[in-house]
């Protein structure tokens, strides 16, 4: 089992409102990502990270923010969450490998009112 | 052009029939490929990955890949309720100096008893 996790598991928050989605990994990943779902819909990478200090945005355009300042720790920010926002969000880590999977946390599913 | 095309479904089989889950790629670059399995509300775990043309068998999962036709596809033999899920596969490039990850939105399998 993967050792990925992300917290909140489901979040319901009110428009306006700053809000951190977490994700930690144990495995010692370099790679890590940030997917956005919604339901029925594929996979949007929306952010990824290298390493320590490096970050980058995705394909999918988002208003959200990401760090890394631990390998473990990949946190998502969103400054002024808007009904738009709600999705599913995924965290994800990967050995640097070319044919390295990606493994998965089980997920926030995020609800903005 | 999407990255990744997949049949939505949703495919439905009775149990203990042969399911044939199918995806194409656009990039000939890419380079390895995943099949994910995600069952509703819950975050993608890995079935099976291939890098070669052939195929590659593990268990009741077999997966085919044939590069110059950009295809990959899933056998579930014996299929069972629990297979009822949806499929995803996953297309691993290089992008940007980066090995990215693309997603197809997923062919729901439904195995009837």
């Known amino acids: 089992e993967a050792d990925i996790y992300q917290t909140p598991r489901y979040l319901v928050i009110g428009t306006g409102k700053k809000i951190t989605l977490e994700c930690s990994q144990t495995m010692g990943h370099d790679k890590m990502y940030w997917y956005q779902q919604d339901p029925g819909m594929e996979l949007h990478l929306i952010h990824y990270?290298?390493?320590?200090?490096?970050?980058e945005k995705g394909d999918l355009s988002s208003e959200s923010t990401v760090s890394r300042i631990r390998t473990e720790h990949f946190p998502l920010t969103l400054e002024s969450a808007r009904p738009s926002h709600t999705s599913q969000y995924l965290c994800?880590?990967?050995?640097?490998?070319?044919?390295?999977?990606?493994?998965f946390g089980q997920g926030t599913r995020l609800t903005v009112v | 052009q999407k990255e990744v095309e997949q049949n939505s479904g949703p495919l439905s089989v009775p149990e203990g029939a042969i399911a044939s889950l199918n995806c194409t790629y656009s990039d000939r670059v890419s380079q390895s490929f995943f099949w994910y399995r995600q069952y509703s509300g819950k975050s993608p775990e890995l079935i099976m990955s291939i890098y070669s043309n052939g195929d590659k068998e593990d268990g009741r999962f077999t997966a085919q890949l044939n590069k110059a036709s950009q295809y990959v596809s899933l056998l579930i033999r014996d299929s069972q309720p629990s297979d009822s899920a949806t499929y995803l596969c996953a297309v691993k490039r290089r992008r940007d100096n980066f090995n990215k990850f693309y997603f197809g939105s997923g062919t729901k399998l439904n195995v009837k008893p």
């Open positions: 994800a880590s990967s050995e640097p490998l070319q044919n390295a999977e990606a493994f």
């Open positions: 990270s290298y390493g320590v200090n490096s970050t």
